[in-house]
């Protein structure tokens, strides 16, 4: 071997060496150590730190501080805010950490938190059955034909859009009261023959099962640890929110500034929206068009910007009664609204694109590859729209719907006003 060829070698045994699992994840059910694999609690056993909840640290007792360990571990239960404990485990990386998680920690779990921050080279995470198994069951339900959703730590609303007939639904809750308000939000919906079944803490001692209407729920004594089963019947004035976009005009609180229905329709396509992605509705009015686009996908976002305070608050309301809890509202008046707002994917301009520096400020922020959508029904925006198209390109339509009406006892086409629309796709510099 020539001289220095050794120390090359180590060298790149050391580079190549598989990166330490210092973070493990161990999934933890209400039947404690008793339902661990041996990899599990053997993970437990050797960890210096061992986080979890006040609840975790209880079940897994014995694991970290009894007599099979060779020294006690610290445990520390999971503070709050949530993002506290995340900076605490993140603080202790190259140690033996073990953090502890409700049966599976990537589904709605910590450990979808943790591998943001951890390389999946530097943990091992060994899940449990997860609730949303359990409950499955025992309902008998097929896991791979039920939705799963999450009422932990955010709003019941967000159940609405998945409220259609014969569907069936596992929602886990926050607490005690949970399923009470899950119930509620079906009966005020025009859902209230829905079947619902809280499951209590299961898997462990204190597992319990019960099923009533969502009319009329009145089950006491409920367990913090639950979750709720429902079998959708959608009464006869159910309104089951549809899966593609122009919601009926109707179905939205306005004060007659709201996209129409055809027109929205039309818009939604033109806008395009992709999982992942972001939009401004800038002039939201009702909020139809941010609310349409987060309908679309459960990972879509939208912030709506209004100026007028009445219809700020009207934009929140439509959003929580049609199930999009998580649509941001911003008071204000654009361009000024717009500064320190995440770069958006998307744009939808239904108001103020004539005014001095909305539509400039709407193209800068967008991100390279993003859509901008302007509609405009008045001479002087229309103006402002054929420039954009002369100076930039993209697509130039115009948009005309007309309804039949009464006519002298007759029926007849009623046109409304036609619509103007310019959409363009903003290009991607590539470098040289």
Request: proline content about 6%; hydrophobic content about 50%.
């Amino acid at each position: 071997m020539m001289p220095g060829a050794e120390a090359v070698v180590r060298d790149m045994a050391r580079d190549n060496a598989p990166a330490r699992r210092w973070l493990s994840i161990v999934g933890i059910g209400e039947d404690g150590l008793d339902g661990l694999s041996p990899r599990a609690r053997a993970l437990i056993e050797q960890a210096e730190v061992v986080f979890g909840g006040a609840r975790h640290l209880t079940l897994a007792g014995e694991a970290i501080t009894g007599v099979a360990r060779a020294f006690p571990a610290e445990a520390r239960a999971w503070p709050s805010p949530f993002e506290d404990g995340v900076r605490e485990v993140l603080a202790l990386a190259g140690a033996d950490v073990c953090v502890l998680a409700s049966g599976d920690p990537f589904l709605y779990g910590v450990g979808t938190v943790l591998a943001r921050h951890v390389p999946a080279t530097e943990m091992e995470v060994v899940p449990a059955a997860s609730a949303f198994s359990l409950a499955a069951a025992r309902l008998g339900w097929a896991l791979n034909d039920t939705t799963l959703l999450s009422a932990h730590g955010r709003a019941v609303a967000g159940i609405r859009r998945h409220l259609h007939h014969r569907r069936r639904l596992l929602v886990l809750t926050s607490d005690a009261d949970g399923p009470a308000a899950v119930a509620a939000l079906l009966a005020a919906a025009g859902f209230g023959g829905s079947t619902l079944t809280v499951l209590e803490a299961l898997g462990g001692a204190r597992e319990r099962v019960r099923t009533m209407p969502a009319e009329g729920f009145a089950l006491d004594d409920v367990h913090p640890l639950n979750l709720v089963g429902i079998e959708v019947i959608a009464g006869a004035g159910a309104r089951a929110v549809p899966l593609t976009p122009g919601l009926p005009d109707d179905w939205y609180e306005n004060d007659g500034q709201l996209t129409k229905r055809s027109i929205r329709a039309v818009t939604l396509a033109a806008l395009a929206p992709r999982r992942g992605e972001l939009l401004w509705d800038i002039g939201a009015g009702a909020g139809s068009i941010g609310i349409e686009w987060m309908l679309a996908d459960p990972s879509l976002a939208a912030i709506a910007i209004e100026e007028r305070g009445e219809r700020a608050s009207r934009v929140t309301r439509n959003a929580l009664a049609l199930g999009t809890p998580g649509l941001r509202v911003v008071e204000g008046r654009a361009p000024e609204a717009l500064e320190g707002l995440p770069a958006p994917d998307a744009i939808f301009v239904g108001g103020g694109a004539s005014e001095e520096g909305v539509l400039a400020a709407a193209l800068a922020a967008l991100k390279p590859g993003g859509r901008i959508v302007v509609n405009a029904v008045t001479l002087e925006t229309e103006a402002v729209l054929l420039a954009r198209h002369a100076a930039l390109g993209g697509e130039l339509a115009r948009l005309s719907v007309a309804q039949a009406s009464p006519v002298a006892g007759m029926t007849g086409w009623r046109p409304a006003m036609p619509v103007t629309q310019w959409s363009w796709v903003k290009p991607i510099e590539r470098m040289p």
